[in-house]
Nanobody
Framework: QVQLVESGGGLVQAGGSLRLSCAAS????????MAWFRQAPGKEREFVAA????????YYGDSVKGRFTASRDNAKNTVYLQMNSLKPEDTAVYYC???????????????WGQGTQVTVSS
């Protein structure tokens, strides 16, 4: 069992930056791929970024490539999402997830956090 708690969301102006954190409980954090998804009102949950168990490999959704960076610290059981050059269309609830298998498919992730709201004003 893994429990995930996101933090770092908030209100930011377009062009600004935010750093999300996701703290995991348990001693098996390093055995999971970690990912970030987001969901805007009325839309489906969307893949944002994923990072391999070691942190050596990352994947990004097309809409965030070049602006967002995923990282993890296995010693701290924490995964991060650095978000730069934020746009109003990045407004959503951001969720972190832990799982195995395909990095970009929602169904691969067994454990989910409660989400943190990110709002980007124009």
């Amino acid at each position: 069992q893994v429990q995930l708690v996101e933090s770092g969301g908030g209100l930011v102006q377009a062009g600004g930056s935010l750093r999300l954190s996701c703290a995991a409980s348990g001693r098996t954090f390093s055995s999971y791929n970690m990912a970030w998804f987001r969901q805007a009102p009325g839309k489906e949950r969307e893949f944002v970024a994923a990072i391999s168990r070691s942190g050596a490999t990352t994947y990004y959704g097309d809409s965030v490539k070049g602006r967002f960076t995923a990282s993890r610290d296995n010693a701290k059981n924490t995964v991060y999402l650095q978000m730069n050059s934020l746009k109003p269309e990045d407004t959503a609830v951001y969720y972190c997830a832990a799982g195995a298998g395909s990095y970009i498919d929602l169904i691969s992730y067994k454990y989910w956090g409660q989400g943190t709201q990110v709002t980007v004003s124009s």
